[in-house]
């Protein structure tokens, strides 16, 4: 709370209409709608890539032809025509940019418009920043840096020109492209994305970090983010999402896939803030996203996650404790207001002995929303003195709105130690007349009564991050207790 | 300070303040006693600003304002402060973050510059050796875990930083044993000035030993029914409320 000034948050609460909203004006190369084989292989054509990538899209295309769309109890909403959508959409500028003063002036105005100008980004925090606009990443930062140690930060595409090697080894290794659905469809028609990759025993120094933006009309947005920390190494990873105000709703299908090999750490952590749509539930982005990581033995992974944007949002970040000792943390707190619909949660499947996991999920319900927390815990039969602790709360804003959880749980392992806790609560007339008896107006009261209810993740955000979530919070909650 | 006129407040349709009428001046202490569920708690919600009261007939004149008109939140940063009989828990707010705020918010609204980190870190350490509140209680989330005394005790802490211009204590003094009392009442009497007037709602004469106030007086089926001096509590403890109860029916 410290971090942001009232005059910030007053600008912010004004602007409360989705500040991002706006299209950028800049010449698209898009193919043609529909999905097939032969727009799999211009879109395969067009980013040059070797064969064995063609055949693995068309692989996995032929294997999304065959598969359902799964159907969720909790989530309702038009089912996208996949036939419906342009697959890949590049600003047309062949040329990369070799300096920031080659980036077309319009970019840098959207950048401005987003509130990360590069400038201040680099100098301010010492963030590298890989921009991705419409499936092209437009601008690399710190690169040289992160080369000295050989840390590899670039975006998918290039990675697959520059590492093949690497890209062929992990890719599909945590999320195949038969997991379900949405990743198969993304395992085929996936544009781009980002690579990072740390050596043996490299505490990255700095915050990796990708804004995701969709922009041209009627662009389904596949990215692929592959993370391979190799052992002993050490990354914190920052994605965070802004999205133009749209009418259609948009398809959000991504994968992410994180390799935290022997005593190696990943944290990875989202501020996810797509746009939700209108105060009558119409527009919004619908977020299919898969999000899994595999732990070597006495490896750790942290998915920290806020979300407040999407209209509906499906959404799993997942542990896989293969090695012995290693550790899985989930961290959440997701808002939904108006007619939002998210239904998110975590797996973690314990397979090691004295594998660890946390789960904190906190859920906020506001308008007419609904909220599910979905979370598998899974001890297998080797994973010996296994143990994980989870808390799921759930905090309702209004009457009207629902919140629903379903904590799964497979023990397989009589030594495995499972604690769980849930609590829902109505925000509080006492704690509210509290505040404002204190001179504290209601906004900021509910504000700051809400950021203390999520404290306990917003503590595992990264300094600039928790700000900013702060902010999304209170943004995505004014006017909403009845 | 602060002039009620026939003051008539009703809860879901039940009418519980029935013509009150009070006045307290600055650099004055009033105590108001009565038995319980006579309206205490009400007056000072009411006085507050809380919602689910409504104020059918009356007035209230705080300091040449019209106090009904005005929000909660605009009450308390005109200088109006209530010591809660039951301080609410808010988990995750440290009690600085949560001060901090109070107090940029009453700044900002008297057109007042935010505090510096360090002017206000000042102000927690002197105001917080006012109440001999653990420093370690003022970084600690809102009344989370507090024992009910280091609640009363907390709010008296609030009251030193927000300086307000009349204070409503309400019950401060039950629940805690003598020493808790002795710190909480001399807290009271440090804070006190001539531009400022508290008012001490208690139903035992107790605390009046530590906190003297100018005048006392009885409320009772919800209006004040009696007032006199700190020798009316004193008889009120000997004699019960039913003394009173008989006075008035007769
Ligand atoms: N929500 C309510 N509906 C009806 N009566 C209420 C409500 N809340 C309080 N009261 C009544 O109002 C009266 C005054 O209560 P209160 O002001 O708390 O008394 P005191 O503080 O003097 O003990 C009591 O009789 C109580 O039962
Ligand atoms: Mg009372």
Redesign the pocket.
């Known amino acids: 709370m410290a971090g942001y000034t009232e005059s910030e948050l007053a600008k912010d609460l004004e602007n409360q209409e989705y500040k991002f909203g706006f299209v950028t004006d800049i010449e698209s190369d898009t193919v043609p709608i529909g999905l097939n084989e032969d727009i799999i292989r211009l879109i395969s054509e067009k980013k040059e890539e070797p064969e064995w990538l063609l055949e693995y899209r068309l692989k996995a295309f032929s294997i999304w032809k065959e598969m359902t769309e799964p159907e969720w109890a909790h989530v309702h909403y038009q089912k996208p025509d996949f036939q419906a959508i342009a697959y890949y959409s590049a600003p047309k500028q062949t040329k990369k940019y070799e300096s920031w003063d080659d980036v077309d002036p319009e970019m840098k105005e959207t950048m401005k418009k987003l509130g990360i100008s590069m400038e201040e980004q680099q100098r301010l925090t010492g963030v590298a920043v890989d921009f991705v606009m419409d499936s092209v990443s437009v601008a690399t930062s710190f690169k040289e840096k992160l080369g000295e140690l050989g840390v590899i930060f670039c975006s998918f595409s290039d990675a697959v020109q520059n590492h093949p090697e690497l890209v062929r080894k992990y890719m599909g290794s945590v999320v195949p492209m038969t997991d379900n659905f949405y990743a198969a469809l993304n395992a085929a028609v996936f544009t781009d994305g980002s690579f990072c990759y740390i050596p043996k025993g490299v505490r990255c120094p700095m915050e990796l970090s990708t804004y995701f933006r969709i922009n041209a009309g009627g662009t389904g947005q596949f990215e692929r983010t592959l993370v391979v920390a190799d052992e002993g190494s050490y990354v914190s990873y920052l994605e965070g999402c802004t999205a133009p105000q749209r009418d259609e709703n948009q398809l959000h299908a991504a994968v992410v896939e994180l390799i935290a090999m022997d005593h190696a750490e990943i944290k990875y952590s989202t501020v996810q803030n797509w746009y939700p749509g209108d105060k009558e539930g119409k527009g919004g982005i619908f977020n299919f996203v898969t999000k899994r990581g595999m732990c070597d033995s006495h490896a750790k992974i942290s998915w920290t996650q806020v979300e407040t944007g999407s209209a509906v949002t499906w959404k799993y970040p997942s542990c896989i404790l293969k090695g012995d000792y290693s550790i899985g943390e989930f961290y959440s707190v997701a808002v939904t207001n108006n007619y939002q619909q998210a239904d998110t949660g975590t797996k973690m499947i314990h397979l090691g002995k004295h594998t660890k996991s946390t789960i904190i999920s906190k859920g906020i319900s506001a308008g007419k929303s609904q909220n599910s927390y979905r979370g598998l815990v899974q001890i297998n039969k080797g994973a010996h003195h296994a143990r994980n602790f989870s808390q799921c709360d759930s905090l309702l804003m209004t009457d009207e709105c629902g919140a629903h959880t379903f904590p799964y749980i497979e023990c397989k392992n009589p030594t495995a130690k499972i604690e769980h806790e849930a609590t829902t609560s109505k925000i509080g007339e006492d704690q509210l007349f509290y505040c404002m008896q204190r001179g504290i107006s209601e906004e900021k009261a509910i504000s700051l009564i809400v950021n203390g209810y999520c404290k306990e993740v917003l503590n595992q955000l990264p300094m600039e991050f928790a700000v900013e979530a702060q902010k999304l919070l209170a943004i995505s909650l004014e006017g909403s207790v009845g | 300070m602060i002039k009620i006129e026939n003051l008539h407040a009703s ?2 349709g ?1 009418e ?1 303040l029935k013509g009150l009428n009070l006045e307290v001046k600055a650099g004055e202490i009033h105590a108001i006693m ?12 009411v006085l507050a600003g809380r919602e ?1 009261y409504e104020v059918t007939a009356g007035s209230i004149d705080f300091d040449g304002t019209d106090l009904l008109e005005l929000s909660t939140e605009d009450r308390a940063r005109e200088g109006l402060f209530l010591a809660f ?1 039951y301080p609410v828990e808010i988990p995750g707010v440290s009690n600085i973050n949560f001060l901090r705020t109070a107090l940029n918010e009453i700044r900002e609204y008297k057109g007042q510059a935010q505090i510096s980190a360090k002017e206000f870190m000042a102000m927690v350490r002197e105001k917080s050796a006012i109440v001999e509140l653990d420093s370690k209680l003022a970084s600690r989330a809102v009344n989370e875990g507090f024992s009910g005394g280091e609640k009363k005790r907390n709010e008296i802490f609030q009251m030193a930083m927000l300086e307000p211009k009349l204070a409503v204590l ?2 401060t003094d039950s629940g805690l044993d003598i020493d808790a009392l002795r710190i909480v009442a001399n807290g009271v009497n440090t804070l006190k000035s001539d531009q400022n007037a508290t008012i001490v ?1 208690t139903h035992y004469q107790r605390l009046l030993d530590y906190i003297i106030p100018d005048f006392v007086h009885v ?1 009772y089926d919800g209006r004040i029914v009696m007032t006199g001096t700190k020798e009316l509590a004193l008889e009120l403890e000997e004699k019960g409320y039913d003394w009173i109860k008989e006075s008035i029916d007769a």
Request: glycine letters at 14%; hydrophobic letters at 30%; zero cysteines.
């Open positions: 809860i879901d039940k519980i009565g038995p319980n569920g006579a309206g205490k708690s009400t007056l000072a919600s689910d009989q309400d019950e709602i409320l």
